[in-house]
């Protein structure tokens, strides 16, 4: 019922910039926040960046000052300006979205599938 569609990764050498996009689509009652978490080879999925619907973000602090996440309420899209990238930033980037899809039932959680960000000389 909720699909998550990211674009925007590729391949940048150390010092580049990504901005990746997140597209919700779907019958949503309330969004309570959509974010951003990753993964690399042979470690768990990590926290981000997220914002909540009242606009409040929290970032990893191994990017605070680097990452910037913003959301688009009108197109119900967020994005994830990335400015000085390191190696340590390669991984597969996942949209989350915690959504009431039906007015009083419990949050769910839905994921992108993923896109890969490779920061590498």
């Known amino acids: 019922q909720v699909q998550l569609v990211e674009s925007g990764g590729g391949l940048v050498q150390p010092g580049g910039s990504l901005r990746l996009s997140c597209a919700a689509s779907?019958?949503?009652?309330?969004?309570?926040?959509m974010g951003w978490y990753r993964q690399a080879p042979l470690k768990g999925r990590e926290l981000v960046a997220v914002?909540?619907?009242?606009?409040?973000?929290n970032y990893a602090d191994s990017v605070k000052g680097r990452f910037t996440i913003s959301r688009d309420s009108a197109k119900n899209t967020i994005n994830l300006q990335m400015n000085g990238l390191k190696p340590e930033d390669t991984a597969v980037y996942y949209c989350n979205a915690r959504v009431v899809v039906t007015k009083n039932y419990r949050p769910n959680d839905f994921w992108g599938q993923g896109t890969q960000v490779t920061v590498s000389s």
């Open positions: 779907g019958i949503i009652d309330t969004t309570i926040a």
């Open positions: 914002i909540t619907s009242n606009g409040i973000t």
